[in-house]
C-alpha cells in the first residue's frame, strides 16, 4: 500500500512540475542578440523574473539600466489563463493604458496594449523548444507613426 502511494505521489509531483509554463524563472537581456531600436530609455541591461502568484496569478518584475543610465523597475501581476495585466510599481497605470496578456500555450504569450481603447502595442513572447532563450518580439508605431519592430532576446539564467 505504501509503495503505491508513494508512486501515486510522484506521478502527481511530477504531472504538476509539466505543467509548470517555462516562462517561469530568470532571464537575462542578451543585447548582442536582440535588434532594439536605439534611445536613452532603450534598455543597456535587463533582467526579467516570472513566477507564479498564487494558484491563478502570474508577477514578472524588470530591473536593469537604460542606455542614458537610469535604473529600470517594473512589477505586474496577471490572471495565469491570461487577462487584464496589472502594473503594481512603480505605480499603477492610467486608465488609458490596458496591458492583456494572453496564454496561447505554455512557453507562448500575447500580448495587446491598448491606449485610450486603441492598439497601440503588441507584443509575443515565445520560449524556445530547449527552455533557454525567450525571443521577445515588439510592434508599435513610434511618435512619428513609422511602424517600428524589436526583438528582444532573454536567456534562461
Partial sequence: M??????????????SLWAA???????????????????????KEATDVYKEA?????????????????????????????GIAKRLAPEPLPESISYIELLMDPGY???????NGKQSTVMQKIISKDGKTMRLTLK????????VEELHVFEKQ
Fill in 140 to 147: 508599435r508605431k513610434d511618435a512619428q507613426g513609422k511602424k
Fill in 21 to 43: 509554463d517555462p516562462i517561469i524563472g530568470t532571464w537575462k537581456l542578451n543585447i548582442a542578440k536582440s535588434k532594439i531600436q536605439p534611445s536613452a530609455t532603450a534598455p
Fill in 54 to 82: 498564487g494558484a491563478d496569478q502570474m508577477e514578472f518584475t524588470r530591473t536593469g539600466t537604460q542606455t542614458d543610465g537610469a535604473a529600470i523597475y517594473s512589477k505586474w501581476s496577471w490572471p495565469r489563463e491570461g
Fill in 2 to 15: 505504501r509503495k503505491i502511494l508513494f508512486l501515486l505521489a510522484c506521478v502527481g509531483l511530477a504531472g
Fill in 109 to 115: 504569450w500575447y500580448v495587446t496594449i491598448l491606449e
